[in-house]
């Protein structure tokens, strides 16, 4: 049996094709304790709407540890679905974003080589990244398909 633990979800990738959940969403938030975990399995658009979670949404769930044969990553753990049980609204951006700061600017921030060291270390795999520069920055139209 796993932990019950609250989690305010903070990323939730595009749904890829699955062959035994038909699509799942790679999902990662940060603990009420301040940790990083990310939470696969979910098959997101097929739990009910009751467990449908959005970004910045704390969430209630159970986690089990992933095998290490399956998923090595420190942060990764494996959500008991029917658990999932949203708690509240999710957080706004009033104030320049000040509710949301208040739990994500404690956090480690890294560069990109610090997060690769961790890695290569103790398999750390989430984290902020603080750019040292930043040079420049392109937006381009991309193609719906």
């Known amino acids: 049996m796993g932990k019950t633990e609250k989690v305010l979800i903070t990323v939730l990738t595009y749904p890829h094709p699955s062959e035994s959940y038909d699509e799942l969403v790679c999902t990662a938030g940060i603990t009420e304790a301040g940790e990083w975990v990310r939470l696969y399995p979910i098959d997101y658009r097929y739990r009910p709407h009751h467990q449908q979670f959005h970004k910045f949404q704390w969430i209630e769930v159970e986690l089990e540890p992933r095998a290490a044969s399956k998923d ?39 560069t990109l080589r610090q997060l690769e060291q961790l890695y290569d270390k103790d398999k750390t795999s989430l984290g902020l990244i603080r750019p040292v520069t930043i040079h420049d920055l392109v937006i381009e139209a991309v193609d719906d398909e």
């Open 72 to 110: 090595f990553r420190k942060e990764s753990r494996r959500p008991v679905l029917e658990s999932i049980k949203l708690l509240g609204e999710p957080i706004g951006t009033a104030k320049d974003w000040w509710e949301r700061r208040q739990i994500i600017d404690p956090m480690p921030h890294y």
